[in-house]
């Protein structure tokens, strides 16, 4: 499955604080884990310079977003956002009815 029609999202909203020390680092070392679980099929990630970003991570099952939810490094990586990365943020699930794209031709 690609990640298009029938697969799922997970739409990770988020507002730093003013404590970032580390958090690229850990940034980086989930977007390799994650790249290795059963089920992940890609993902797109924007930071604006106001400190929000938004990483959507496509699945394909919910299955497989519940088991990267237990995940051990990640649980660690949530705990540290939670008490040092983050003012806010919104997590959401969502299934991807249509999908499109567009290349400018060379």
């Known amino acids: ?11 990770f909203k988020t507002h730093l604080t ?8 850990m940034a980086q070392k989930m977007a390799t884990l994650v790249a ?8 797109d990630s924007a930071r604006g310079e106001d ?8 699945w394909e099952s919910l299955e497989a ?3 990267w939810g237990r995940d051990t490094q990640h649980r660690v ?19 991807v009815e249509r999908s499109s ?3 400018r031709p060379e």
Do not use: P
Request: hydrophobic share 35%.
């Open 51 to 58: 400190g929000v970003g938004i990483t959507v991570c496509y």
């Open 36 to 43: 290795d679980q059963d089920g992940f099929l890609g993902m």
């Open 77 to 95: 990586a949530q705990r540290i956002g939670l008490e040092r990365w983050y003012d806010h943020f919104t997590m959401r699930i969502a299934r």
């Open 101 to 103: 794209e567009y290349n």
């Open 18 to 25: 003013s404590d970032s020390d580390g958090y690229g680092d």
């Open 65 to 67: 977003i519940e088991a």
């Open 1 to 11: 499955m690609s990640a298009g029609v029938g697969s799922w999202a997970t739409i």
